[in-house]
């Protein structure tokens, strides 16, 4: 007797050990059902060529907004104007398994090594502004202006200020400020303006310097042609950063309004300048492209296909016009 009853309340036991678990894991299926694990958030790259251009600056708040309005997770890097420096930033998003890299590279071809690594983990590479020309290495798409359009448009006119200020000159005495050398902005740019300038039997080229984009440099550059031309009619930067770096040095030696001054990239201080008659014009891209290329990137992933090619527009902003274009620059 006492046996039987031990059998039945082993058996008791077992029923309600069964009940337990066939109830867990109804648990467990509910909460699988109603959501699961947690998507993990995309996380992109950004390397600009430097913070130190506005133009990268404003692009930055354009991808970081974009990125909190898409829901993504992006890490934002500057090289500093230093390719080697762009090359391990770039490194340090593949350890950190990054979903995509976007690159605005320092020059064409030194970054190439950083992205057939990229290429070579399965990470999906964008380039913006600047880009990357090479077999070696696949690009998924690049984002960016006609650079070399817009060279020659910014060289007509500039041409077209020169007939202006100077209606009855024979030959219009120049100069060039040039980007960073080896970068594809600075070469496209000033293949367009040479286009246009190079064989005007009303151009004479005095001098072609390298200012590295950069205003100070610009400046500096600027105080050196000044000093060793005294007949000068008009200079064509590769930026705006460095046409107003050339103006503040025309204006330091008296000379700013004897000169025609053109630049590209449509910063509103340079449309400010064009407004008040200091600067005579330049051309318009926006930023924002920065922030496009990180759009782009989410569609990849998401399996969307897309150009090789995503072009940006430029527009012209002239003393006509500037009054108007300021509250389009940046």
């Known amino acids: 007797m006492v ?29 699988d059902t109603s959501g699961g694990e947690e998507k993990e958030k995309v ?19 354009a991808s970081e907004a974009a990125a909190a309005e898409l829901g993504v997770e992006t890490i934002f890097y500057d090289a500093e104007e230093n390719q080697a420096k762009q090359n391990q ?10 979903d995509a890299i976007v690159v605005a590279p320092v020059t064409t071809e030194g970054v190439i090594p950083a992205i057939k690594q990229a290429n070579e983990k399965g990470i999906p590479v964008f380039t913006v502004d600047r880009y990357v020309d090479s077999d070696e290495v696949d690009i998924v798409a690049h984002l960016g202006t006609d650079n070399i359009d817009m060279g020659k448009n910014a060289g007509e006119l500039f041409l077209k200020g020169l007939e ?18 080896g970068s594809s902005t600075a070469m496209e740019r000033g293949e367009g303006i040479h286009s246009v300038l190079a064989d005007n039997p009303k151009i004479e080229f005095l001098i072609n310097l390298n200012a590295d984009f950069q205003s100070t440099t610009a400046m500096s550059v600027t105080e050196d042609i000044l000093t060793s031309t005294k007949e000068l009619h008009g200079i ?5 950063m460095m046409i107003e770096g050339a103006f503040r040095a025309a204006d330091d030696a008296d000379r700013a309004k004897d000169l025609v001054l053109v630049g590209m990239d449509g910063q509103k201080s340079t449309v400010e300048q064009i407004i008040s008659g200091d600067i005579y014009g330049t051309y318009l891209q926006q930023p924002a492209m920065l922030a496009d290329a990180l759009r ?16 940006v527009p430029t527009e012209e902003i002239n003393p006509e016009n500037a009054s108007e274009m300021v509250e389009k620059a940046w």
């Open 296 to 311: 782009a990137a989410v569609k990849h992933l998401d399996g969307e296909e897309m150009d090789k090619i995503i072009a």
């Open 43 to 61: 996380v992109i790259g950004t390397s600009v060529a430097s913070l130190g251009f506005l133009f990268f600056v404003e692009g930055q708040k």
């Open 3 to 31: 046996k039987r009853i031990s059998l039945l309340l082993i058996i008791f036991a077992l029923v309600i050990l069964s009940a337990c678990s066939g109830s867990k894991d109804s648990d467990t299926s509910s909460n």
């Open 236 to 240: 064509i930067a590769h930026n705006d």
């Open 89 to 98: 930033d770039i490194e340090d998003m593949i350890v950190k398994k990054v």
């Open 164 to 181: 202006e200020k100077y209606p009855n000159e024979e030959v219009y005495k120049v100069a060039e400020l040039i980007g960073t050398a």
